[in-house]
């Protein structure tokens, strides 16, 4: 009996011996970016070297949370678009990394008393050259302080990046085109939509400071496939006029809102069935037990377009057949959307982070 049980373990010690190391047990896949933030000019870009380990560096996918403000290549080139803050994922053989990036101008222009948001996170660090002409806190926040030039310091470990500075003397009213509007006796905040022609617009975004009106933010935007003047639902026209702009959600987490935030699920659609009591509303099936239809838009198919999104309350109180699911939203790969506005992803979610109740959404034409 003891002789078969040696007999026994001598076997599988010659058939363990056989196989090869790597079948036994394959070296598990690792990947490792050389730090957590980067610093990147807007138009500048970037080659990621990626350490790895049990995975090939051909076999690597690369993904941005955000392409409006920053895409990657197959190869790991990373460009800056916009001004914003992105995550860049490396994946392969079941292992990721990911690295967050601070895309910045290579240039700001503010005005005496203007401030001016930066992209940050924890650890980055910042220093003005001359804090008579601009100062800046240590969360970014740019402030002008008297006309003139000067540098700001950005510094993440061993990367830096130097903008330059410019303040200008505080204009007596920045932007009459807005403090002629309407809207401007009702609200501080307003988004102004200008139709170009075909499906493009220009949207500008405007805050009243110490009694005048100032343009924080112009970008490209986008309206309907048929253009503007929209009169009833289907006619791929946006709405002119004044409206409140409310109701954000997206499909992605809420990025720093002002007013109450819904993240989207399979659970939330926007009613576009005019024969509905819930027409022209945000809906979340668990509440009141009635299924979309193809009439609605059930948010969560849309991505990309609804990562980000506000409500433009025209046909609020849900008239038959005039209308429904008009927003501000990201833009996607088609140049016109089917009524609603578009801008991209990076405009929007600051738009999202900037607006408080009582903003107020303007579309006009030329």
């Known amino acids: 009996m003891r002789a078969k049980r040696w007999m026994c373990l001598l076997m599988a010690m010659i058939i363990l011996a056989a196989v090869p190391a790597g079948a036994m047990a394959a070296t598990k896949a690792a990947i490792k970016l050389p730090a957590k933030v980067g610093l990147l000019f807007v138009e500048g870009q970037v080659q990621l070297k990626p350490k790895v380990k049990g995975v090939k560096s051909d076999d690597l996918t690369y993904a941005t949370s955000a392409e409006g403000v920053a895409t990657?290549?197959?190869?790991?080139?990373?460009?800056?678009?916009?001004?914003?803050?992105?995550?860049?994922?490396?994946?392969?053989?079941?292992?990721?990394?990911?690295?967050?990036?601070?895309?910045?101008?290579?240039?700001?222009?503010?005005?005496?008393g203007e401030k001016v948001q930066l992209p940050t996170v924890d650890n980055v660090k910042f220093k003005m050259k001359n804090e008579k002409i601009a100062?800046?806190?240590?969360?970014?926040?740019?402030k002008g302080v008297k006309a003139g030039k000067t540098k700001l310091l950005m510094v993440y470990g061993k990367q830096k990046r130097?903008?330059?500075?410019?303040?200008?003397?505080?204009?007596?009213?920045?932007?009459?085109?807005?403090?002629?509007?309407?809207?401007?006796?009702?609200a501080d905040q307003i988004v102004l939509v200008e139709y170009k022609s075909g499906s493009k617009a220009t949207l500008?975004?405007?805050?009243?400071?110490?009694?005048?009106?100032?343009?924080?933010?112009?970008?490209?935007?986008?309206?309907?496939?048929?253009?503007?003047?929209?009169?009833?639902?289907?006619?791929?026209?946006?709405?002119?006029?004044?409206?409140n702009l409310t109701t954000p959600f997206g499909i992605k987490a809420d990025p720093g809102a002002k007013m109450a935030y819904t993240k989207v699920t399979k659970y939330h659609y926007w009613c576009g069935s005019s024969d509905s009591d819930y027409y022209n509303k945000l809906v979340d099936y668990r509440d009141t037990k009635r299924k979309w239809t193809k009439s609605d838009e059930h948010l969560i198919d849309y991505k990309g377009y609804y990562n980000y999104a506000m409500f433009i309350d025209y046909n609020v109180e849900g008239v038959?057949?005039?209308?429904?699911?008009?927003?501000?939203?990201?833009?996607?790969?088609?140049?016109?959307?089917?009524?609603?506005?578009?801008?991209?992803?990076?405009?929007?979610?600051k738009i999202i982070q900037w607006a408080k109740p009582g903003v107020k959404i303007v579309i006009q034409g030329t």
């Open 162 to 186: 130097t903008l330059s500075v410019e303040v200008k003397e505080q204009s007596s009213n920045s932007d009459s085109k807005v403090a002629k509007l309407s809207a401007a006796a009702e």
């Open 72 to 112: 990657v290549s197959e190869k790991g080139v990373v460009k800056g678009v916009a001004q914003g803050k992105v995550t860049v994922t490396v994946s392969g053989g079941g292992a990721k990394a990911k690295c967050t990036f601070l895309v910045v101008p290579k240039g700001l222009s503010l005005e005496v």
């Open 320 to 349: 038959k057949g005039k209308g429904s699911c008009i927003f501000l939203h990201c833009k996607g790969k088609k140049k016109f959307t089917q009524g609603c506005v578009s801008v991209s992803e990076a405009s929007m979610k």
């Open 204 to 243: 500008s975004v405007h805050q009243k400071q110490d009694g005048h009106w100032k343009q924080l933010l112009e970008t490209p935007a986008y309206v309907g496939k048929n253009g503007i003047d929209k009169t009833k639902e289907g006619d791929k026209r946006t709405p002119t006029g004044t409206f």
């Open 135 to 142: 100062k800046v806190s240590q969360k970014g926040v740019v």
